[in-house]
């Protein structure tokens, strides 16, 4: 491992000598090349610093705007998900559990149900007693606003202020959560 690591770590500093544009592949951004300066840096997602402001209608029918969402709480987790999506599925007990603890403290979850139909969600909520806002993204408007969700789940972190701190793909243990939300909140 240590041979391939280097290997690739050559080839990389071989890019950056040989190649005047200075691009690398990022594998984790599909569709777009970044240079080896910000494939080293914390700001290599492809997602923005500052969260656009949407209005997003929950399965109740109650519209929420980010902006109002973020300026009323110290802050605001987004929780992208599917119905279908087993680790989505083994992480709600967690953000439940998490919802109800932290509600008072001025912390607000939201999950977003992509890729499926509202009757199921709605089933799906109903069997799993979620208390927290849901709302549905059919067409990915909400995901592809926040640069484009290609892994599910995924929790993005916003500040009070709208802006995008932390992205974390895939499963979130109670354990990961609260870490995060300790670190995260304003002391």
């Excluded at 005047?20 to 910000?38: A, T």
């Excluded at 439940?96 to 912390?107: F, G, K, Q, S």
Aim: charged residues 20%.
């Amino acid at each position: 491992m240590v041979v391939a690591g280097g290997f690739l770590i050559g080839a990389i500093l071989f890019a950056q000598v040989a190649s005047p544009v200075h691009r690398v592949f990022d594998p984790l951004q599909m569709e777009g090349f970044i240079s080896i300066k910000q494939l080293f840096s914390a700001k290599a997602h492809r997602v923005p610093v500052k969260a656009p402001d949407l209005t997003i209608t929950t399965l109740e029918g109650k519209d929420l705007t980010l902006g109002d969402l973020c300026g009323l709480n110290q802050l605001v987790v987004i929780n992208f998900w599917a119905t279908w999506c087993r680790p989505c599925i083994e992480e709600m007990p967690a953000l439940e559990r998490t919802h109800t603890a932290y509600r008072h403290n001025r912390i607000a979850l939201l999950g977003i149900a992509t890729q499926d139909s509202a009757s199921k969600v709605r089933e799906f909520v109903t069997q799993h007693n979620i208390t927290y806002e849901i709302a549905l993204d059919k067409e990915d408007k909400i995901s592809n606003a926040f640069g484009g969700v290609k892994v599910l789940p995924t929790t993005v972190f916003l500040d009070n202020k709208g802006n995008i701190i932390k992205i974390h793909k895939g499963y979130l243990t109670q354990r990961e959560l609260e870490l995060n939300l300790k670190n995260l909140l304003p002391k």
